[in-house]
């Protein structure tokens, strides 16, 4: 398995390959993590193929506010998170970058035009902290396919995500406080330690990174955020690692939402 850091260089049009990184990550670790972290599909797999995943996959660390790919890129690689938020950004009418998804540990992304061939990316990722992603490049995951079984395990995985992007597609004809609910509760599934009621979120997020994801105004957000607060829904604070009361945003999930939220994998 090949092991590299990946550096940003305000110079560079891409992210480049630099000094190698400590010997944290390894085959073994990368594969325990993937085998109990929040996410079905690893777990399912025949132990054939996810040690056939592992060890044609490599493993690459990342400063933060590193690129780790753009849209437009060549699609030529799947990507497993292992440590770290990596963030997903779409790019707007006027050509901005709209950030509308957190990945966390055990989340997979990159399949889906892998397998229908489509040459380059729709979407950029960045590491918003330090992190380490596990990646295998277009021909490993083609070897996999040639073999039935390795093509039905990828299949399952396509099926997942289109899944998860139909679900969330739907968050859009939702009330923006659903919204803002469901938002929260995928990082708390992606990023958070829950301990009874509360659930902290390890990661850094602002509120204009919320208003993004949940596609409201800036002014909209604080006055939901101020209103949570009073409410003991939310404590927010000013490192960014904010305290949610997850019970208190599942009660305002339908039945349908909580089925998905208990749902492995529903990030």
């Not at 480049?16 to 073994?28: G, I, Q, S």
């Not at 996810?50 to 660390?61: A, P």
């Not at 990174?209 to 209103?227: C, F, H, P, T």
Request: hydrophobic share 40%; with cysteine.
């Amino acid at each position: 398995m090949f092991i590299s850091t990946i550096e940003r260089d305000p110079k560079a049009t891409h992210i480049h390959e630099a000094r190698k990184a400590p010997e944290k990550w390894t085959n073994e670790r990368a594969e325990q993590l993937l085998r109990i972290a929040d996410n079905c599909w690893f777990q399912s797999l025949p132990s054939s193929i996810q040690r056939s995943i592992i060890e044609r996959s490599r493993i690459i660390t990342l400063r933060r506010n590193a690129l780790l790919c753009r849209a437009d890129d060549p699609a030529d690689r799947l990507y497993a998170v292992l440590e770290g938020d990596i963030r997903a950004y779409a790019r707007g009418e006027d050509g901005e970058a709209i950030f509308y998804r957190s990945l966390g540990p055990g989340a997979w992304t990159g399949i889906t035009p892998i397998l229908n061939r489509s040459p380059k990316r729709l979407t950029t990722l960045r590491a918003h902290s330090q992190a380490a992603v596990l990646f295998l490049p277009r021909a490993e995951v083609e070897a996999i396919a040639a073999d039935r079984d390795g093509l039905a395990a990828l299949v399952d995985l396509l099926c997942i995500v289109n899944r998860d992007t139909a679900r969330m597609a739907m968050d859009g004809r939702s009330d923006a406080t659903v919204r803002t609910a469901r938002s929260l509760l995928r990082l708390v599934k992606a990023h958070g330690r829950r301990s009874d009621d509360y659930a902290e979120l390890e990661i850094r997020l602002s509120q204009a990174d919320l208003a993004s994801l949940v596609g409201v105004s800036r002014q909209y957000m604080n006055e939901l955020i101020a209103r949570w607060e009073k409410d003991a829904i939310l404590q927010w604070r000013s490192s960014g690692r904010h305290r949610v009361n997850w019970r208190a945003l599942c009660a305002m999930l339908s039945p349908a939402d909580m089925e998905w939220f208990q749902r492995p994998g529903w990030v």
